[in-house]
Every structure is written in structure tokens, then in C-alpha cells.
């Protein structure tokens, strides 16, 4: 039966503490996923090899992943998510979703290790014959 | 009964992504059915092929939400056949 590739555009709602949650994308699609690897990375100098881009590390993970939260302002009105929102909050708030994306990130890795093999059928190891002495 | 809401900006999105973008839109209510015209921006052919799709209308307080049933798009034109407003 052919398979259908196409991810699925679902949200999870992740706890954070106080009350506060995280909307998640349940899981990146190829696009995604390509595109929060290479901000990882930058070029210093046409030709050089890409170095790790140290400010957006973590940074492009979370960008990936978040849809939305529930944090707000300092009028108590609903925080918009952004890129340039997220470079204002403080870094404990920031640690704290990064932590709950890699959780979240790591579990999805799980998941689709866990249908590959599903997948494959080769959790059963065949039978083999003795070899003549 | 029928009535009618125009505005100048709404998107149509698959889940959380935007499938289309688009410009003047009116939404017209007859009966038991609503229908939406507007002029299409910007569009995502993947995106607006698939389902669910939902018609979205940001005003002052929020937003307008209406189920997609049936769309064309043509030269820009989107005509599309919308189910009951979402509460």
C-alpha cells in the first residue's frame, strides 16, 4: 500500500511552570526541519566551511517549533510570538522553553525511530542454520 | 435571510499554516450557507489543496473562523463555498 509522506500539521499544547504552556508543532516537516539546521550554521567567507552560528543555536530550534504560548505583556495583553520577542524575554524564561522544545523535539526523535523499526519488520532476527563442521 | 461582510484582509490556512493570503474578501450569508469572493495575493498550491481548510477574518476584536467546504481559485479570483461560522 503507498505511503502518504506528508506531516500531519498538528499542535501540542506543553506545560511550562506557573500555569504558563507552549503550543508546539507535534512534529517539522522536511522544510522545517532542513531550514532549522542550516540557521544553525553561517558561512564567515565565500568558500570557507560553515562554522556553528552560536547565537542561534537553541534559538532556531524554538523558532521552529512554537506557534504560540501564553505569556503577556506588561499590560497583562496576550504576548505575540516573534523572533524579536523571543530576543526579549529574559534567558531564564528562554532556557525554560528551550528545555521543553528539546524534550518535546527529543520524544518526536523517539517516536519516528520507533515506527521506522515498526516499519521495517526487522526487529525479528532470523533463524540461521548451523553451519557443517 | 441574507447579509454580507466585507473586509480587506484574511487568510485561508491549512492548521497553522497560511495556504493563502487574500485581499477584499466578502463573505455573504444565505440561509443556510455562506459564500466567500475575494482576490488572492499570495497562495501556496500544496497548502490550499489540502483539508481541513478554514477561512480567516481578523477584526477589531479577534477573528471570524469559517470552515472551507469547496474553493476555486482562478486568475487570482477565489470563490468558495463556506460552512457555519465558528463560535
Not at chain 1, 56 to 67: P, R, T
Not at chain 1, 103 to 118: F, Y
Request: glycine share 6%; with cysteine; charged share 20%.
Amino acid at each position: 500500500m503507498p505511503r502518504c509522506p506528508i506531516v500531519r500539521p498538528e499542535v501540542v499544547r506543553v506545560p511550562l511552570a506557573e500555569g504558563d504552556f507552549l503550543d508546539l508543532k507535534k512534529q517539522l516537516n522536511t522544510g522545517e526541519y532542513r531550514a532549522m539546521l542550516t540557521a544553525q550554521f553561517r558561512e564567515p567567507n565565500a568558500g570557507d566551511r560553515a562554522v556553528i552560528n552560536l547565537e542561534q543555536m537553541g534559538f532556531s530550534k524554538v523558532l521552529a517549533y512554537v506557534l504560540g504560548w501564553s505569556f503577556v505583556d506588561f499590560n497583562n495583553q496576550p504576548l505575540q510570538f516573534s523572533a524579536e520577542t523571543l530576543r526579549s524575554i529574559h534567558p531564564n524564561v528562554f532556557a525554560e522553553i528551550l528545555a521543553a522544545v528539546e524534550a518535546h523535539d527529543e520524544s518526536q526523535e523517539l517516536e519516528r525511530v520507533a515506527a521506522k523499526n515498526g516499519q521495517d519488520g526487522a526487529t525479528v532476527s532470523s533463524a540461521i542454520s548451523p553451519s557443517a563442521a | 435571510m441574507v447579509g454580507s461582510i466585507r473586509g480587506v484582509v484574511g487568510q485561508i490556512r491549512w492548521s497553522y499554516y497560511i495556504a493563502a493570503t487574500i485581499n477584499n474578501y466578502t463573505v455573504t450569508r444565505a440561509d443556510d450557507h455562506w459564500t466567500l469572493v475575494a482576490t488572492v495575493v499570495l497562495s501556496d498550491a500544496f497548502k490550499l489543496s489540502q483539508q481541513p481548510l478554514i477561512f480567516v477574518a481578523p477584526h477589531a476584536k479577534g477573528e471570524w473562523r469559517w470552515p472551507i467546504l469547496s474553493c476555486a481559485l482562478q486568475n487570482g479570483a477565489l470563490s468558495a463555498r463556506l460552512g457555519q461560522m465558528e463560535l
